[in-house]
């Protein structure tokens, strides 16, 4: 269901059309961007809050148009969640005029030292202009440390008027409409990679590389599993050349063994998904990896962590362009069988069309035959999915015991299958409302209310108004981030649960990391970080 | 239109010339994310004042406790940049681990079901194996508990069919369940 769907990014692109006239519709565009956009992203998204970092009064003042702002005054703030670690101060005591001077000087005294503030535009509603500015949803987050020393974040939601004037955009209205701080004294996590000895670069040799861009190549990703039956966790690291088995040494380190295991080092092909699993049954977990370029491989643990090649043996084709292998047992006969979800060609081919995408290269679903090999039955079982995958993940939302299996395209929409118990599947996205035209880049299922159902929460891209504004196709479905899926039905709770902004997300999973038996999530984002800091 | 064109455009008008992404940020420096569960369908993102908002661009996520302290950390594959482990070094909050081991159904009892009661209620899990981007986490089931220290039922659905219950078990402890065998062996 889109009902909560905010349509800020393509009332934009609307407003575009309708300003600028017919000609080539790129050129529209341009103008559109160089006159409004970045101007208007200059003045929000870079210079309020480099000024609210360098604490510097009078350059946040110089932004704004007006001396008064509305909506929650700084008074009285409230602990909600008590029951938790972190303390979260929510403001909502008393609405009413403060001086903008006041708000930032109130701001400003809640931090000893900002380590960062952005501003992240949220919608823009270019259809109704004002004299006072067109509204703009934002929220403004600084992160820093308190006098008290604790750690300490603050997420501000304002509605503001932005107009042009004097050749400047300038804010001529603002009305704080929600603000909370969330601190700690004692963060629950540290980097431990160092103690743990685990030192993997990433990089993906023989990777196509994608035409977005001169050297952008595929990602890799990870895999745990206990490989020599000791009872501590092993991981895997994929990758091209430098692919590595690390062995877990039970003393918060590791050692890579990736020689000893007879994995190929270096990896023979352009890795990305991984995961263990024991598609023998021997008690052993086995190992597959896709590969963008190179082919898809199938690794079988002997035993004690040693590993051999079978992937031709096993009858597991090399495929292309393989995203990410997921695992279930989708016939129930006993043996784990193989979904790879797999992209398109990104180097002989553009997503067509873009978001509806029906290019891509078929996703595979191999049987396991129980007998060490697998029959690729994608075809047969009806999940060749044509949109350009990235993210899948198995899961049995209307809990029959059948495994159902959902598809997060990149470009393409997402498909929910549903297992016929026949060995085919039907997509159902539309009638249990999951079906979203969103970049999905990650998948979870988890049961994050308790209900016993299995939800789905989807990593999307989500750009707020940063580079892909400058591109009339590119921001239509971002907004999407989040799907959750009850019994059969299925409602988009991004925001009203507050998870709609975790940026360009990418791999994202459920976790109790406060043992408080409620499923939290944690998600991984950021496509580039160049030098050139900014976002183009 | 090519959707990449724009972009590419965008930067050739920076740069003067032909652009790598490897000078210019896209959606870069992004801060991880960590959304606390609040309990009332709402989230609240507390990765900064926990120290697990990692900058660098990541790809691959895979939840595990690899030092067995019933606290679940994080192991981040990033895109051309180190892998990083961010160790969870625990607070208050009782937990319980289960590795599930099928007989008549797969090995790895992948899709099997497992429902935890407590005082304050229910929770389910079910063993997935490849998840996220590009990862597969953990196949040991990890249930938070809070305050409690004993579990009262316990219930497994199999992917064969068959069905396992479990009663009264103690907190903070892994227990090896085997398809068929209603007795948990806590290790």
């Known amino acids: 269901m889109r009902g909560r769907a905010h349509p800020g990014w393509r009332l934009l692109v609307g407003v575009a059309l309708v300003l600028h006239g017919p000609p080539a519709r790129a050129d529209r565009w341009e103008t559109t961007r160089r006159t409004v956009i970045d101007p208007l992203n200059s003045e929000l998204h870079r210079h309020l809050p480099q000024a609210i970092k360098r604490r510097d009064l009078a350059a946040v003042l110089a932004l704004y148009a007006t001396e008064v702002g509305t909506g929650l005054t700084w008074d009285a703030p409230m602990r909600v969640y008590p029951q938790f670690e972190e303390e979260t101060l929510r403001w909502g005591g008393r609405q009413g005029d403060e001086t903008i001077r006041a708000r930032y000087e109130r701001l400003l005294a809640l931090f000893r030292e900002i380590d960062k503030a952005e501003l992240r535009i949220h919608h823009i509603d270019w259809r109704h202009p004002a004299p006072a500015g067109y509204p703009a949803t934002v929220r403004l987050l600084v992160r820093g440390t308190r006098a008290d020393g604790a750690a300490c974040q603050l997420v501000q939601r304002m509605l503001l008027r932005v107009a042009q004037q004097g050749g400047a955009w300038r804010i001529t209205a603002e009305e704080v409409l929600g603000r909370e701080t969330v601190a700690s004294t004692r963060g629950r996590y540290r980097l431990a990679t160092a103690d743990a000895r685990i030192q993997n670069v990433h990089s993906n040799e023989g990777s196509p590389i994608f035409r977005i861009a001169g050297t952008l190549t595929n990602a890799s990703g990870s895999a745990v599993a206990d490989v020599d039956g000791d009872g501590w966790e092993d991981v895997f690291l994929a990758g091209a050349p430098n692919a590595a088995l690390y062995r877990n040494r039970h003393d918060g380190t590791f050692e890579d063994i990736t020689d000893a295991s007879g994995l190929p080092h270096p990896y023979p092909a352009a890795a990305t998904g991984a995961v263990f699993f024991d598609y023998d049954n021997d008690g052993w977990p086995d190992l597959y990896v896709a590969a963008v370029a190179g082919g898809d491989r199938l690794f079988h643990n002997l035993g004690g962590g040693h590993f051999a090649d079978v992937t031709a043996a096993a009858g597991v084709p090399p495929g292309r362009w393989g995203s990410m292998p997921i695992v279930a047992d989708y016939d129930r006969d006993g043996f784990l069988d193989v979904f790879v979800v797999r992209m398109g060609d990104h180097e002989k081919t553009s997503p067509s069309p873009n978001y509806e995408a029906r290019n891509g290269v078929p996703d595979t679903l191999l049987r396991n035959n129980g007998d060490g090999t697998f029959t690729d039955v994608s075809q047969r079982a009806g999940v060749a999915d044509r949109g350009w995958g990235l993210a899948a993940g198995w899961g049995d939302y209307d809990e029959d015991g059948w495994p159902d299996l959902y598809v997060g395209n990149e470009f393409g929409f997402s498909a929910l299958y549903h297992n016929e118990r026949n060995g085919t599947f039907t997509d159902v996205a539309r009638r249990s409302g999951a079906r979203e035209r969103a970049a999905t880049m990650g998948v979870a299922w988890g049961d994050f209310d308790n209900d016993g159902h299995a939800d789905i929460y989807a990593a999307n891209m989500y750009a707020n108004s940063r580079w892909a504004l400058v591109h009339p196709d590119f921001p239509a479905p971002i907004p999407w981030p989040v799907r959750v899926l009850g019994w059969f039905t299925a409602e988009v709770v991004a925001d009203a649960s507050g998870v709609r902004d975790g940026q360009w997300g990418w791999g994202t999973e459920f976790l109790d990391y406060n043992n408080d038996g409620l499923l939290d999530i944690y998600g991984v984002n950021g496509f580039v970080s160049g030098p050139v800091l900014d976002d183009v | ?187």
């Open chain 2, 1 to 187: 239109m090519d959707m990449f064109e724009g972009v590419g455009r965008r930067l050739d008008e920076k740069g003067g010339t032909l652009v790598s992404i490897g000078q210019h940020s896209l959606n870069g420096y992004e801060r991880n994310v960590l959304f606390r569960n609040n309990g009332d369908g709402t989230f609240t993102d507390v990765a900064f004042v926990n120290g697990a908002d990692r900058v660098e661009d990541g790809r691959g996520l895979s939840i595990f406790d690899y030092d067995r302290d019933g606290q679940l950390d994080i192991l981040i594959r990033n895109f051309r940049q180190p892998a990083q482990l961010l160790q969870n070094r625990g607070g208050t909050g009782h937990w319980l681990q289960f590795r599930l081991v099928g007989v008549r159904s797969n090995r790895d009892a992948v899709g099997a079901r497992i429902r935890v009661r407590t005082a304050t209620g229910l929770q389910s899990r079910a063993v997935t194996a490849g998840s996220a981007y590009l990862s597969g986490s953990s196949l040991v089931q990890h249930f938070g508990l809070g305050a409690a220290t004993r579990v009262g039922t316990v219930e497994i659905d199999w992917p064969s069919g068959s069905h396992t219950q479990l009663r009264d078990l103690a907190a903070d402890r892994r227990y090896t369940v085997v398809e068929g065998v209603d007795v948990a062996l806590g290790r």
